[in-house]
């Protein structure tokens, strides 16, 4: 009996994974007994049974600054549900904006579109949350493989099964050469838990070797350069919401599962994993930027913008000091608002007009001027122009690299922050200079967008003054 | 003393309701709306004012820090006390300006409902009426220099919208331009003055720094950092705090940063009463009391400097003022010269006890200056309503079409000219003790200029109400009541603000004390200014020819003072021929061929090689797999051997 009160007991820290799988479950079944006619009621449903598992979220709180349960396999801290609750905020975004989709085009289907979506999300919380390389890797494909279906969700396009042909491929690819790195560490610490794994240090080549088949296998997750090349086509064809979620929130998990392995399980190589983040970052960085200048289709264009953006959370992770920590979150916290206003409109406009070339856009500012002025907020913010949110991620990502003497990378990042305004501005520069014979009707956005888009604005205008965010961020961040 | 605070969100609130919604509303609705967030306030601020004066025990007057919110913490171990800090510090001078700001608000935003009557853009008038009542009411309660830094530039926003009101008036546009570009200047000394200031002493903080030790006569903090650093011969203090007052200049519109001033005068007339009379401009003044104490332990060499530049400035526009023609810039030259009377106040002020008079005095004609420039401004606004026009020869006679105005005018000069008992007898008559106790040359010079004030004011009170009528198109008509009235509450003020126990609520050290009339000066004062009273009876109050054969017969001072002194034109070339000819040629050269070719040269390598390097891109997973794997074994390569 005390084996399994104590089983039982371990699942008592993990009341966000509990109430996400309620959430799910809840869905599934809503959608398998409403029956027709209540179809129309089960987005508003879902929508509103996972409003409620965000507010539970903000609620929870660890009693000491580190939790574990399971032997370890899975662990928590303040930070950890800080990150899982900046997610949940990006998911109801994308429900907010995935609405109208949902009602006119996939009618019969929004009940999986939410229960997809939701399963990737319960993935990410397990990477997030994991203490065990066996656990991450569970987490990891929970993520992708759902992922790969909503890609695809779009049957009767193409592109879209395209996208999820190509994503699933290289998801695979990666997967396996993570495997690949995962068996080395095995072999060589003969453990799977991190803080075991940690303290087994002792520099073989074949350790380094697995460090880097990791850092590769997650670098697909993040889309850094070299591994970045699934992105743009995957973007293209997916659905937009789709392609808003994979943006973010995919992004935003693996970042910090990445960040926390590399803190805990590879703290004593720091020097070394320091030295190959250093190139990736300046290639990834360089790369995004050169691409996303040729682009002309948005939500191409905005694929290699978040390369380079991908880039710059990794500027937060390369000190691994617990400051870098803040400055990570807080940068995926705002590019969360940002990226996520850019998507909406267009997914937006995408819904109302099939447009998403850059050339539609232009005149955008005559017919549209709030969709074009909150564009050019995102555009603002991406490009970390002051005082919009996004400049203020930037600087305190930038202030976190330089303390840890970073400066050559900080001013290569500086230098490619200017290339990357260019192209910013070059949607700016489409929506309100260029005039075009035949621009975008106005739109009359559905109530759902608003409430998404409004959110978006505030969030990219005020949540850079309110300094009590990233100061809490800097409570309970924690480093090597 | 917590809802303090919403003397600051209800400001900003009825900026951001007028300013974002004002559109659909119609402007009477959107005035009332302003008026009556900012009755509020005025409340607001009189019961703060009441309880602090007026309920807590007198003699030692308590700092209250109502709230102090941080918004930037940049401390850390080595400087535990960096940190930028949004907050709310009521001490008596504070509080005094609390008071200062919301009347003289109060009374312009009733003004303006009937002077702006009709104009385009009345609501935008109200939104940046309020944005500027909000920015100076955060100046003045600033917890910290960094704070008053924020506001100080908001202000300068606020008064440039103000003066660019008319902006299809090239006139206009051109003085915005004017005044934010000089005061921009000055404050770009003020920012780098801060940063010496912090740099050394590690804080930003108003109390902190201006925490002083008794026994050894030193501002602590600051003598403990920055005391004995030299920089190229002299003291960093000094430097700092030279600087700082620089920023003070600009706004106060100090010589030789006071150009901007007279030109600001374009902005609609109730705004310049608020702005450019009454509060704004006294921001200078206020910053230097701010920091009194470390001015006055700490570079007492930089107080004389300040008095000697408050002197000169003010002889400087009163003599000016007695040659404009142009109502509003007799009334600017004037507000110019009586700022820099509470300069000297402040240069020659001491800190204990009776010692202090100067600094009361300061901020009293601080006070009552507020109250009668406003009411000055104000009528003139009534006049230029009737009549059509800001000249003097426009202008004669109106006493008879125009009994309020005229008689709240009376008011208003008399107290200007120092005449017992309205309040402008008694601030300035402490500020001649305070000089007269400090150095004779600054007293004698004050009092010229008393003189000279008395005499550019009745110049321009015979001018517009007596002297000869000239042939009105449409009779002049007095104001409507929404005017008259504020006129009359400020003349109210203006009378009685006198009478007021200044010297036991503000003080240099904070500790109330009694003032004794020194009658010899009093006197002397007053005698200086009924002959300015007197003089300018005799040249303006019939028309004869006397004044212009006094200017034909010193013609050349005359037009040098009536052109401003050229001070202008001195700008104008320095700024047309030696920097932007000589030095921004230069830089316009560098800008262009080395800052500009590396942005190129940047962009051309960006696209060429995005050019280049688009095939890789290609679209083919096989492709993909394989620039992956190459990826993992570079890495493990560089990991392996670097």
Request: aromatic share 16%.
């Amino acid at each position: 009996m005390d084996i399994i009160k104590e089983f039982y007991s371990g699942f008592s820290i993990m009341n966000q994974e509990v109430s996400l799988v309620l959430v799910l479950v809840f869905v599934l079944l809503a959608d398998l007994f409403c029956g027709e006619k209540g179809k129309k009621y089960l987005q508003l449903l879902a929508i509103a049974a996972f409003a409620l598992n965000v507010v539970y979220g903000f609620t929870l709180k660890v009693d000491s600054t580190y939790q574990d349960s399971f032997a370890g396999m899975y662990v928590t801290s303040d930070m950890h549900i800080l990150v899982k609750n900046i997610l949940n905020i990006g998911t109801l975004l994308v429900f907010f904006f995935a609405h109208y989709w949902n009602e006119h085009e996939n009618r019969s289907q929004s009940g999986e579109f939410y229960f997809l979506m939701l399963s990737t999300l319960l993935g990410m919380y397990l990477m997030i949350s994991s203490g065990n390389f066996l656990l991450f890797y569970i987490g990891l494909e929970t993520a992708s493989i759902p992922m790969a279906a909503m890609v695809a969700f779009n049957k009767k396009a193409h592109e879209s099964a395209e996208a999820a042909a190509k994503y699933i491929l290289t998801a695979a690819f990666s997967s396996g050469v993570m495997l690949f790195g995962i068996s080395l560490i095995y072999g060589t610490y003969g453990t799977l838990y991190y803080n075991e794994a940690a303290n087994a240090f002792q520099a073989e080549p074949l350790q380094i070797m697995a460090m880097a088949f990791f850092m590769a296998g997650i670098g697909f997750k993040i889309s850094l350069v070299p591994f970045h090349l699934w992105t743009a086509d995957t973007y293209q064809g997916a659905p937009t919401p789709v392609t808003a979620y994979l943006s973010v929130m995919s992004k935003g998990a693996a970042v910090f599962a990445f960040l926390y392995i590399l803190i805990t399980v590879f703290r004593n190589y720091a020097e070394t994993w320091q030295n190959i983040l250093w190139w990736i970052i300046v290639i990834t960085i360089t790369v995004g930027n050169l691409f996303a200048l040729r682009q002309k289709n948005l939500k191409r264009f905005l694929a290699f913008s978040s390369i380079s953006q991908a880039g710059y959370i990794m500027l937060g992770v390369i000190s691994g000091s617990p400051q870098g920590m803040a400055a990570t979150v807080f940068y995926i916290f705002i590019y969360l608002f940002t990226n996520l206003a850019a998507f909406g409109i267009i997914s937006n406009i995408e819904n109302q007009t099939g447009k998403v070339g850059m050339d539609d856009y232009n005149g955008l500012y005559s017919t549209n001027p709030k969709l074009a002025v909150i564009m050019m907020l995102a555009m603002f913010s991406l490009g970390g122009i002051p005082f919009f949110a996004g400049f203020f991620s930037k600087f305190f990502i930038f202030l976190a690299a330089t303390e840890k003497d970073q400066y050559l990378l900080v001013f290569i990042a500086l230098l490619n922050t200017i290339i990357s305004l260019a192209y910013y501005l070059l949607v700016v520069k489409a929506m309100f200079i260029k005039e075009s014979a035949n621009p975008i009707k106005p739109i009359k956005s559905d109530a759902m967008s608003v409430i998404g888009l409004a959110i978006c604005t505030v969030g990219m205008i005020v949540l850079g003054f309110i300094s009590p965010i990233y100061e809490y961020m800097t409570s309970i961040s924690f480093g090597i | 003393m917590d809802y303090t605070i919403l003397l600051l969100a209800i400001p900003f609130l009825m900026f951001l309701i007028i300013g974002l919604l004002g559109y659909k509303m119609t402007p009477k609705f959107s005035g009332l709306l302003g008026s009556a967030g900012l009755a509020v306030v005025t409340a607001l601020a009189y019961y703060t004012a009441y309880r602090y004066f007026l309920q807590a025990a007198e003699g030692a007057w308590e700092t209250i820090t109502a709230f102090n919110y941080t918004w930037l913490d940049l401390s850390n171990a080595n400087r535990p006390d960096l940190m930028i800090q949004i907050g709310m510090l009521l001490d008596p001078i504070s509080v005094m300006m609390l008071v200062v700001i919301t009347t003289v608000s109060m009374m312009v935003h009733i003004y303006s409902m009937g002077y702006m009557h009709g104009e385009e853009g009345f609501q935008r008038y109200y939104a940046v009426l309020s944005l500027f009542t909000f920015a100076m009411l955060g100046l003045v309660v600033a917890t910290n220099i960094f704070q008053m830094y924020i506001f100080w530039e908001l202000v300068g926003v606020s008064s440039f919208l103000l003066i660019s009101f008319y902006f299809k008036k090239p006139s206009a546009v051109r003085a915005a331009k004017k005044a934010f570009i000089v005061t921009r200047f000055a404050d770009m000394f003020f920012l780098i003055g801060i940063l010496i200031l912090s740099y050394y002493t590690k804080t930003f903080d108003f109390l902190k720094l201006t925490a002083v030790d008794a026994e050894t006569q030193q501002a602590t903090l600051v003598f403990s950092t920055m005391g004995g650093k030299m920089f190229m011969g002299m003291s960093v203090t000094s430097i700092a705090l030279l600087l700082i007052f620089l920023g003070g200049a600009g706004k106060s519109a100090m010589f030789p940063f006071h150009i901007w001033l007279p030109d600001a005068m374009e902005g609609p007339t109730p705004a310049s009463a608020l702005i450019h009379a009454a509060t704004m401009v006294v921001a200078g003044v206020f910053l230097v009391a701010r920091l009194f104490p470390v001015y006055y332990f700490e570079a007492p060499e930089v107080l004389h400097i300040i008095a000697y530049i408050g002197a000169f400035t003010s002889l400087f526009a009163a003599i000016i003022a007695c040659t404009q023609t142009d109502i509003k810039r007799v009334l600017a030259f004037s507000t110019i010269s009586q700022i820099a009377y509470m300069m000297v106040a402040l240069g020659v002020s001491g800190y204990e006890g009776h010692d202090g008079l100067g600094f009361t005095a300061s901020m009293w004609h601080l006070f009552t200056h507020a109250m009668f420039k406003a009411t000055l401004f104000m009528a003139a606004g009534c006049i230029i309503h009737a009549v059509h026009s800001n000249e003097m020869d426009a202008m004669g006679g109106l006493r008879h079409h125009m009994k309020k105005t005229y008689y709240t005018f009376a008011i208003a000069c008399f107290a200007i000219a120092g005449i017992f008992p309205l309040s402008g007898f008694f601030s300035k008559d402490e500020i001649l003790v305070a000089a007269f106790e400090a150095d004779k040359i600054l007293y004698w010079c004050q009092t010229f200029v008393a003189g000279l004030t008395a005499f550019y004011m009745f110049r321009l009170f015979f001018r517009i109400f007596f002297y000869d009528e000239p042939n009105y198109e449409h009779t002049p008509h007095e104001a409507p009541a929404n005017m008259w009235v504020p006129l009359a509450i400020l003349s109210v003020f203006t009378i009685f603000s006198g009478w007021f126990p200044f010297s036991k609520w503000i003080s240099a050290n904070l500790i109330g004390y009694e003032i004794h009339t020194v009658w010899p000066i009093a006197i002397g004062s007053t005698v200086v200014a009924l002959i300015g009273i007197g003089t300018a009876y005799f040249l303006y109050y019939k028309k004869n020819d006397i004044p212009d054969r006094i200017a034909n017969s010193c013609k050349r001072f005359y037009t040098w003072a009536s052109h401003r002194f050229y001070i202008d034109e001195v700008y104008l070339f320095i700024t047309n021929k030696i920097i932007f000819g000589g030095i921004c040629a230069a830089i316009a050269w560098f800008d262009r061929h080395i800052i500009d070719g590396f942005m190129d040269l940047l962009g051309w390598t960006t696209n060429t090689v995005s050019e280049e390097t688009k095939e890789i891109q290609s679209g083919s997973v096989q492709q993909y797999a394989w620039v992956f794997i190459m990826g993992v074994i570079t890495i493990v390569t560089l990991a392996l051997y670097l």
